[in-house]
């Protein structure tokens, strides 16, 4: 992609837009700036691509472990969510062994009613709250 074209494409903000008009600087150093904010927008998305690549599955499956999607009957199989989280298990060393206990564990999240095991009898959206409490 040509660097002019997608220079123009990228949303500087409002701010920035309008600092740069009000500026006193030629059109030159406008364009010397706007590139040099391309060029560090640019090394960062890549930076971050890099370090973020392999956990966007995790962060992306991490919604199925909310309590009101892993307690709905109907959910997302076990097996296409838990390769994202084997590491979770790595006191077991073999990975059929990892998965059927993570399996198990899930799958018996529906064998409780989770309604009477919370004082006010009713399960909390919050993750953190609920999984506290499953982990206890």
Request: overall charge neutral.
């Amino acid at each position: 992609m040509n660097t002019a074209f997608a220079m123009n494409r990228v949303k500087y903000g409002d701010k920035f837009h309008y600092e740069l008009t009000r500026s006193r600087v030629s059109e030159q150093e406008k364009h010397n700036i706007k590139q040099r904010c391309y060029d560090f927008l640019h090394v960062a998305k890549n930076q971050l691509e890099k370090r973020l690549n392999h956990d966007i599955d995790t962060i992306g499956n991490l919604k199925y472990f909310d309590p009101k999607m892993c307690l709905k009957q109907l959910r997302k199989p076990f097996p296409s969510i838990s390769a994202t989280f084997d590491h979770l298990t790595d006191d077991i060393t073999n990975a059929s062994r990892k998965t059927s206990l993570l399996q198990i564990q899930y799958d018996k999240l529906l064998s409780v009613d989770w309604t009477q095991e919370f004082a006010d009898g009713e399960v909390p959206s919050d993750a953190v709250t609920f999984w506290a409490y499953v982990h206890n």
